[in-house]
């Protein structure tokens, strides 16, 4: 019996010493570091044509405030084909968090831009579509190959 009670009694002590241990602060997550991610806005022109300067620009925002001095921002811009060669090049700074680069491109189809930045340990790439001049027929089947396939319907109704 003397024994029962002290393994109980002893039970009782680590369950009481664990529980101790596991007692929170109340503000134990303001101790933590609040991450504020880095935000982006890239624009293009509405149509772009082949053989044109075109601006691009990226608008970057972190907890709601411009980002005018950004650790560093890089564009990289390529053809869906692979003919045009895909290059990091530097942004300008703008002013009111805008960041650009100038480019001509050199001939019709699907393009890709990937903005390569970072500012106050945050980093980001996000990446934008788009079309200069018409697409080719190419082109076209690679936007469709993802495209759901339309059931037919062979049903008759009476």
């Given at each position: 019996m003397k024994k029962t009670l002290l393994v109980?009694?002893?039970a009782c002590l680590i369950c009481l010493l664990l529980s101790a241990c596991s007692l929170l602060k109340q503000d134990a997550a303001s101790l933590y570091k609040k991450e504020t991610p880095l935000e982006a806005e890239i624009a293009l022109p509405a149509s772009i044509k082949a053989n044109a300067v075109t601006e691009i620009k990226v608008t970057l925002h972190?907890?709601?405030?411009?980002?005018?001095?950004?650790?560093?921002v890089h564009f990289e811009v390529w053809k869906q084909d692979g003919s045009a060669k895909r290059v990091m090049e530097v942004a300008d700074k703008q002013g009111n968090g805008d960041y650009s680069i100038k480019k001509t491109l050199s001939s019709d189809g699907l393009y890709?831009?990937?903005?390569h930045a970072s500012y106050n340990d945050s980093i980001i790439m996000p990446q934008k579509?788009?079309?200069v001049g018409e697409l080719s027929e190419g082109d076209l089947k690679y936007l469709q190959k993802d495209l759901p396939q339309q059931e037919e319907n062979h049903e008759h109704h009476h």
């Open positions: 109980l009694l002893l972190q907890n709601g405030e411009e980002v005018n001095n950004a650790d560093y890709y831009v990937k903005v579509q788009f079309i």
